[in-house]
Structure formats: structure tokens, C-alpha cells
């Protein structure tokens, strides 16, 4: 049974570039969360999917965007981008709606440098 | 607001020890979870264990248990028989209302010494 899965592992882009991470949740899970983690840092939430919608949003720009497939997939999309929005980016996948349970499952990131 | 505290930036322990990792914290809600997640050099957040606020009885996990004081708003991490496997980042989250959203601590650093 696979995990949570995202890509790419690594990714190196240009300040005002548009950039987009994948995030593929465990099997039998419908929600998935996003996070920032910035070096030295706690994680930060983004933003959650369910049902394809977004249902709850952290203090994060609408240049912070996402998606939610039917399959339950998902894809954050960051647009131009600053030297701040360098960070590693976790995805997370539950049941139910709900954001934090202690059956959310964390993937293991993709590493963001802005250049 | 809900705010979590970890005030330990590293702590070391000689490996088959048992080790404690404080986190305060401070939400308005009455309904609340605090959950403790390692993250290993990899990356990959890896979830611990679980409190919910309403819970008499302190969370156990194999070797790792929750120390839950509800008036100190404390729940520090207790790992016991620590492993050289225990190295790791440690996470202290909660979430609390209707919706959960979570806020995290800052991380304490665990070095298990051979």
C-alpha cells in the first residue's frame, strides 16, 4: 500500500517564476493539506482540499494556489515567486475533512529553491 | 489564536535512556488535539502519537507517552529506552476548534548518543 507520494523531490526556480507541486495521498484518503516548512522552522498550513474544494486556508497569499482531482490528488501552485517562498513543501493526507488527525499521513516533501 | 512552545532547541540522551521533550501550549478552545510528529533527515513527518483534550488518561505508544497536565497546558513527549533511530527533528502540533487547523512548535532536536 503506497504512501503519501509527491514530486518532485527537488525543484530550482527564478524569482517570478510560477512553479507547481504534485501530491498523490495514501490509498483509501480523501483530503489533502499543505504545508511550508522553512529552514529551522515548524511547519505552516497552506491550505486543505476535500471533495475538491478549498476548505480551510492558513495566512498564505492567493499567490498561493491550489487543486484537488477526483482521483484526490492535488497540485499547489505558487506564482511569482519571491526568495522567501524557498521552503520544503509537505503534503499531507487524511479522512474525513479534517485537517490535523492521527490518521494524517505526511509525504516526504519537495525541496523549493528560489533563485 | 492557538500558540505551541517548544522551548528545548537540542537535547541529547545516551541511547536505552528515556528522554523528555516539553511543549506548552495556549488555545481559548476547549475541544483540542495535540498530536507529536519525529521528522528524520529524509524529510517525511512522521506522526507519534495523539491527546485529545477531553482524555483522562495520558497517550501511550510503545515507547514514546504523552505527559498531559491540562492546567499547566503542558504535554511534553516522554520517549523511553531511547534508540540511535530516535535521532530526529520532534514536532509538538495542535489543533483546535471545529476545523483543526494546526499550528506547530519550532522543533527540538534529539541526538541519541551509542
Known amino acids: 500500500d503506497a504512501g503519501v507520494t509527491q514530486s518532485p523531490t527537488h525543484l530550482i526556480k527564478t524569482r517570478g517564476q510560477q512553479v507547481t507541486l504534485r501530491c498523490s495521498p495514501k490509498?483509501?484518503?480523501?483530503?489533502v493539506s499543505w504545508y511550508q516548512q522553512a529552514l529551522g522552522q515548524g511547519p505552516q498550513f497552506i491550505f486543505q482540499?476535500?471533495?475538491?474544494?478549498?476548505?480551510q486556508r492558513g495566512n498564505f497569499p492567493d499567490r498561493f494556489s491550489g487543486h484537488q482531482f477526483p482521483n484526490y490528488s492535488s497540485e499547489l501552485n505558487v506564482n511569482a515567486l519571491l526568495l522567501g517562498d524557498s521552503a520544503l513543501y509537505l503534503c499531507?493526507?487524511?479522512?474525513?475533512?479534517?485537517?490535523?488527525?492521527?490518521?494524517?499521513?505526511f509525504g516526504p516533501g519537495t525541496r523549493l529553491t528560489v533563485l | 489564536a492557538q500558540k505551541i512552545t517548544q522551548t528545548q532547541p537540542g537535547m541529547f540522551v545516551q541511547e536505552k535512556e528515556a528522554v523528555t521533550l516539553d511543549c506548552t501550549y495556549d488555545?481559548?478552545?476547549?475541544?483540542?488535539?495535540l498530536f507529536w510528529y519525529k521528522q528524520p533527515s529524509s524529510g517525511e513527518m512522521i506522526f507519534l502519537i495523539y491527546?485529545?483534550?477531553?482524555?483522562?488518561q495520558n497517550a501511550t505508544e510503545g515507547r514514546y507517552s504523552l505527559n498531559f497536565q491540562k492546567a499547566r497546558k503542558s504535554a511534553n513527549l516522554v520517549i523511553s529506552a531511547s534508540q540511535l533511530g530516535d535521532s530526529a527533528m520532534y514536532f509538538c502540533?495542535?489543533?483546535?476548534?471545529?476545523?483543526?487547523?494546526?499550528?506547530f512548535g519550532r522543533g527540538t532536536s534529539l541526538i541519541v548518543h551509542p
Open positions: 499531507a493526507s487524511g479522512r474525513g475533512g479534517r485537517v490535523l488527525t492521527d490518521t494524517q499521513y
Open positions: 490509498s483509501g484518503h480523501d483530503t
Open positions: 482540499y476535500y471533495e475538491e474544494e478549498e476548505r
Open positions: 488555545t481559548s478552545d476547549q475541544s483540542y488535539g
Open positions: 491527546q485529545g483534550s477531553y482524555d483522562e
Open positions: 502540533a495542535m489543533g483546535s476548534g471545529g476545523s483543526y487547523i494546526p499550528t
